[in-house]
């Protein structure tokens, strides 16, 4: 048997990153540091995810979590897998998970915790137990240099989406897929099985400026905002297709790679919108926005707000740039 010589050289995630820092004299190295631990982190998730069925982290867990959801097995164990690879990392000061009531303390920035790691450690984690995709969203911030240890983690938290140094997510579906960015545009890696690396596919990923394709659960349509049932009507008329799969990460990464928009409103169920703001919206908005593309809460980019709670609610339009211009058209 023959095999084709290799066509580009191989660049796992940690080179990538290692290059990318090489820019900018000032780098020290520690989102290197940050996103080796988050990979491995993945790594491990996606190993369970692969062999749910086998090792029994299938079905719930019994108990809700802070959001009034069900717990999945599986978001257990990736929560426990995040929160103890990332908390052996000495840089790491504070860690909020999607999964739990309060942030978790590994160092106070006096003590030398200069970044605090935002995660959904399993985002469409209902999907689980039917083979659909499911993914893991993160952000990173740095402690503020400005706040006296007696005022706590809420002031190091709470800060605008505009102050991310780093965000990114994982897609576990038919491969494991790694997005990134810190600033530098937007980069794709897929986890190759066969040596235990993501290896970068795609640099620069750039959003389509359009796309006839529009991402919502309409079983909600009566409850939506008037604006938002005139723009649905509006794409029926000229010709758009509608694709939700349910999951946040599936539904951005398909528009980050397809264009078109993703759109969780307000409903009358959830005023407030249903997606949170800190580690789903914010990561997902700088994603975008340096793809190209686009994230807004209707009335404010996403970037621009103020969290006020550790797990505040938003409503989302996320997509290509002139799909979510018309979307934000129809509230003018």
Known sequence: MTTEPLTRPIITIAQHIAETQRKFPQATGDLTWILSGITLATRIIESYVRRAGIVNVLGEYGTENVHGEIVQKLDLVANETILRVLGYREIVGIMVSEEDDDPTIVKSPGAGGKYIILFDPLDGSSNIDVNVTIGTIFSVLRCREDIDESEGALPHILQRGSYQVAAGYVVYGSSTV???????????????????????????????????????????????????????????????????????????????????????????????????????????????????????????RILDKRADALHERTPLVIGSREEVDRVLSFHK
């Open 178 to 300: 790694m997005a990134y960015t810190t600033g530098d545009g937007v980069h794709l890696f897929t986890l190759d099985p066969s040596i235990g690396a993501f290896t970068l596919h795609t640099e620069n990923v750039r959003m389509p400026a359009q796309g006839k394709t529009y991402s919502v659960n309409e079983a909600y349509y009566d409850s939506f905002p008037a604006p938002v049932q005139n723009y649905l009507s509006w794409t029926k008329q000229n010709g758009y297709g509608q694709r939700y799969i349910g999951s946040l990460v599936a539904d951005f990464h398909r528009t980050l790679l397809k264009g078109g928009v993703f759109l969780y409103p307000a409903t009358d169920k959830n005023p407030s919108g249903k997606l949170r703001l800190l580690y789903e919206a914010n990561p997902l908005a700088m994603i975008a926005e340096q793809a190209g593309g686009a994230a807004w809460d209707f009335n404010e």
